[in-house]
T-cell receptor
Framework: QQPVQSPQAVILREGEDAVINCSSS?????VHWYRQKHGEAPVFLMI?????EQKGHDKISASFNEKKQQSSLYLTASQLSYSGTYFC??????????FGTGTRLTVIP | EAQVTQNPRYLITVTGKKLTVTCSQN?????MSWYRQDPGLGLRQIYY???????DKGDVPEGYKVSRKEKRNFPLILESPSPNQTSLYFC??????????????FGPGTRLTVL
């Protein structure tokens, strides 16, 4: 039941933008986004509920298209601190959360 | 401080020697879950629990057991560990009631090596 994330990895220069996609084969109730620094626990970024809402967190925002069962995470004007692995977690309405395979983001000076 | 704790943080053991990884949360969360993280495979769910005495299998439950006798604790038991269970394990918890905007909190992780 894992959602599929793409791309698997991306390298950016500081100031560039990136989009990370998350898709599911099941109808979704919500999508969660987390960031994990190497060797640490994942840290919460945001939750999006069905209804197509968009959320924002500084220069990081996300959208949720429930018809396509997809969510996208947008990172604009990337900073070195954005480096890490990004996970989407999907919820199908049963309160259980399944996480994707992750997208490794590297921001270089 | 609101947190999820796991012990031990690092463990090296041998094949077949039973072990338990403890997980505890102090936020009165109903939902608790165990994940394993392996390179290229992301976070895969092992077991989860919606409340005391209510547990269910995730995607990769083989070789693991759990129990939920108290709300705050959710131990992961490996009765006969094998080398393919070498992994980084995360416990997580989440508040379920009322608001749907409930983030999931993760423990610091337990790195397990089975020789």
């Amino acid at each position: 039941q894992q959602p599929v994330q793409s791309p698997q990895a991306v390298i950016l220069r500081e100031g560039e933008d990136a989009v990370i996609n998350c898709s599911s084969s099941k109808a979704l109730y919500s999508v969660h986004w987390y960031r994990q620094k190497h060797g640490e626990a994942p840290v919460f970024l945001m939750i999006l509920l069905k209804g197509g809402e968009q959320k924002g967190h500084d220069k990081i925002s996300a959208s949720f298209n429930e018809k396509k069962q997809q969510s996208s995470l947008y990172l604009t004007a990337s900073q070195l601190s954005y480096s890490g692995t990004y996970f989407c977690g999907t919820e199908t309405g049963a309160n259980n959360l399944f996480f994707g395979t992750g997208t490794r983001l590297t921001v270089i000076p | 401080e609101a947190q999820v704790t796991q012990n031990p943080r690092y463990l090296i053991t041998v094949t077949g020697k039973k072990l338990t990884v403890t997980c505890s949360q102090n936020m009165n969360h109903e939902y608790m879950s165990w994940y394993r993280q392996d390179p290229g495979l992301g976070l895969r769910q092992i077991y989860y629990s919606m409340n005391v005495e209510v547990t269910d299998k995730g995607d990769v439950p083989e070789g693991y057991k759990v129990s939920r006798k108290e709300k705050r604790n959710f131990p992961l038991i490996l009765e006969s560990p094998s080398p393919n269970q070498t992994s980084l394990y995360f416990c997580a918890s989440r508040y379920l009631a009322t608001s749907p905007y409930n983030e999931q909190f993760f423990g610091p992780g337990t790195r397990l090596t089975v020789l």
